[in-house]
């Protein structure tokens, strides 16, 4: 399937790989580009030694990386470390991009700006970025509350209306076929897909959390600031991020000062769980989209059954055969 | 556009008109039933004489009717009185349908079921209700957070896998063309659309209200509760109700007890606020799709509008043409 987003990164299907922090590896990234799609590093809260090794592991093949951008603000001498590597692209997230985009322009990187209001996609398409994703609350991580059915097709009439050429993906409950055909009805020219990549198997999560965590539904997730509570992380207020539930979750949420009353202890007991993986402590990044993934794939599975329901296409028949 | 639900309501087109409370009445469901879709009274919290008064409204032409279903609860003589003007269809939202099941179907009348999660979903299904209705959280007025992108082909899957007769719509995020094409990629019948109505013609809106809100997007909504606590409508407490953003609504929303304790005199606030159509208190249960809306239509033209936009298709190079 060709679209402009295709066309742009050179992909052979119109999907993104979501760049999860601490997640998504080079191993990840580049078994998504092999496969097709664009496949990116999640460089997260900025680890820089943690970066260069995942780009070592992704050796020739190229991908690109993505930061929570207030993290360039506290070590902006990442944003160089990367682009030394010369990515496929610069994925950023949750803080005005514009101090780094003369830099990477410069470097001849492409620009994807992912935003979570119709406010801060004008202006990401004021600033000019080549790809601007629209990430509805559906989405697991970090995150705020639009819903992606209505605000991909509001920025889709947006970048209509301005005659601009910046591109636009889908991102938040999108895991399969039906998600990415969906994205490009409403406008979108590629989607963006976290949760399912989450579970496969390059992904750097336990796997018995991946075990436990696909026994759920979309029911079962949450958006929450507890887990950025006990692990100190100070997220702006606007942003929460959709986890799992866990009973962890359940007992601090909606009492997130009785939690920071209580930090050193819970903190003790959050890293103990991360430890051992412990499903009643942990509440992994997931969205809601969980409730469509049935097993650990390999991230070639995963693109190879994505292709397989593009290339059936749009069939509405095909969905609405009449029982008789 | 023939899908399942098309041909079980014989429609010309896959969509239903939401049965909005106090906005929905006789004169916009029979115009959308009349255009092809299927039009639906809004019955609401069960006021015996306005229901009475819109199906006179209505007149010869064939529409349903939807309720609160906790208003059958307290008044179910409603039942009979509705079932006596021959509707076309039964609406039942936010609870549990199961005792007003069998009335219904040996009345002959089709049940459509409205559910906002996974779990109400499978109950539905057990239920064998004819149509499920997947709400996201994206709609405007009473529901839940599950967002429409993931919750709809979840609960697709969960139909498939049943080998279930029940038909899935889609509710939540839906304005035109693009989200009932969206809807269908899901896996959906058809889809719901509600606010896009709200702002017809014939809807029981004061227009000065339509015209206020219009000039607002979906970044202006918000799910709250304080428009029921202002009202006395005591909901359960899962349930929240998505409107505009007013200064009334700001003010209070977080402090719904400190509300509570200045009641009577909010109260007052709110009804001369309502009385004038002021926008700073009053805030109209609109969902995200108000975005999508740019004017007011008629019934007649919004559906003409979706019907133009469906024949169309799903031309995914019409969106990705590339610029060149």
């Not at 078994?31 to 992704?58: C, K």
């Not at 996609?121 to 059915?149: E, F, I, P, Y």
């Not at 696909?214 to 029911?219: E, Q, S, V, Y």
């Not at 003790?268 to 989209?289: H, L, N, T, Y």
Request: glycine share 12%; proline share 5%.
């Amino acid at each position: 399937m060709r679209t402009r987003l295709t066309d742009f990164f050179g992909l052979s299907l119109p999907v993104i790989q979501a760049p999860m922090a601490f997640v998504a590896g080079g191993a990840l990234a580049a078994a998504v580009s092999r496969a097709g799609g664009l496949g990116l590093i999640g460089g997260g809260y900025g680890d820089a030694g943690w970066i260069e090794t995942q780009f070592d592991i992704a050796g020739d093949v190229p991908v690109g990386c993505g930061f929570i951008s207030f993290a360039l603000q506290e070590r902006p001498w990442l944003l160089d470390q990367v682009l030394a590597r010369k990515p496929r692209a610069l994925f950023l997230s949750f803080a005005d991009p514009a101090p780094w985009l003369d830099k990477v322009r410069a470097a001849g990187v492409p620009v994807i700006c992912q935003v979570q209001t119709f406010r801060d996609a004008c202006h990401a398409l004021n600033l000019g970025v080549d790809v601007v994703v629209a990430q509805g609350g559906d989405a697991g991580g970090h995150g705020q509350s639009r819903g992606t059915m209505a605000f991909v097709p509001e920025v889709a009439d947006e970048i209509a209306r301005r005659g601009s050429a910046t591109l636009i993906c889908a991102a938040g409950g999108i895991a399969d076929a039906r998600g990415v055909l969906a994205a490009l009805a409403l406008g979108a020219d590629g989607a963006v897909i976290g949760t399912r990549f989450w579970a496969a198997q390059e992904a750097l999560v336990d796997e018995r959390l991946v075990a436990l965590t696909l026994a759920h539904g979309g029911d079962d997730t949450i958006r929450t600031r507890v887990v950025d509570t006990v692990r100190r992380i100070d997220w702006p207020g606007r942003y929460s991020g959709r986890v799992l539930r866990s009973s962890f979750v359940e007992r601090w949420h909606g009492d997130e000062a009785g939690l920071l009353h209580d930090l050193p202890e819970q903190e003790k007991r959050w890293q103990a769980a991360v430890a051992e993986a412990d499903p009643s402590v942990v509440a992994p990044f997931v969205g809601e989209a969980i409730g469509l993934v049935q097993a650990p794939q390999s991230a070639a599975g995963v693109i190879a059954s994505i292709r397989a329901g593009l290339q059936k296409g749009f069939r509405p028949d095909q969905y609405s055969a009449i029982d008789s």
